[in-house]
């Protein structure tokens, strides 16, 4: 078996540490020596890893995106009908790996970034039209012409709910806000909305 060199170890180490900073933080007034005492390092190690604080948190969200992915993929590889896909993503959304207290911390604040970092920008331009897609292709055969509209707003809701619990200050409930959003798109199926 090839040996695991030291960089990958200590760069999950950092990506972890970074994520539990900014949800203690709430921001990313965080400093790197912060991120670095808690991953068991030196700044200047995690500097030489990763260059730069926003690097450091890019890639943790890179991260936080990867874990997402692969919840997506295990919740559509069971999901046997067109609605069953539709509530797998939305319940993907909220699981308690992606729906925990530092990780929403970290998702506001990339926003925030996005704002002002093209990189950070372009990772959410492409983690947002992916789920646009994957929902409009699952609700397309229960929604027909109105699936990529209602797909707008599935994702509108699953942004607005982890805004709302960044806001809030008890332990997040994924199923409530699972429930919540798909709350919403039965009454927009069903033409009560």
């Known amino acids: 078996m090839p040996k695991l060199g030291m960089e ?12 539990a900073e900014i949800g203690e933080a709430g921001n990313l007034e965080v400093t790197v020596s912060r ?5 068991g390092m030196s700044s200047a190690l995690a500097h030489h890893y990763f260059g730069s604080k926003d690097a450091m948190f890019l890639a943790a969200m890179r991260h936080v995106l990867a874990v997402y992915g692969a919840e997506v993929r295990g919740a559509l590889a069971v999901a046997d009908d067109p609605a069953a896909r539709v509530r797998a ?20 604040n990339f926003y925030v970034l996005a704002q002002t970092r093209a990189d950070a920008a372009r990772l ?3 983690y947002q039209r992916r789920l646009v897609s994957n929902l409009t292709h699952a609700l397309r055969p229960v929604a027909g012409a ?11 809701m699953v942004d ?3 805004l709302r619990e960044a806001l809030g200050a ?3 409930d994924g199923r409530a806000a699972a429930r919540m959003v798909e709350g919403w798109l039965d009454a927009q199926l069903e033409g009560r909305a």
């Open 124 to 126: 959410l331009r492409v």
């Open 146 to 156: 109105r699936a990529g509209a209602l797909a707008e707003g599935v994702a509108a």
């Open 160 to 162: 607005g709910v982890y």
């Open 35 to 39: 991120i670095a005492r808690r991953a």
């Open 89 to 108: 993503l939305i319940r993907a959304s909220f699981t308690p790996t992606s729906f925990r207290r530092e990780v929403i911390a970290a998702w506001l």
């Open 170 to 172: 008890g332990e997040p």
């Open 8 to 19: 990958p170890i200590r760069r999950d180490a950092l990506i972890k540490a970074t994520i």
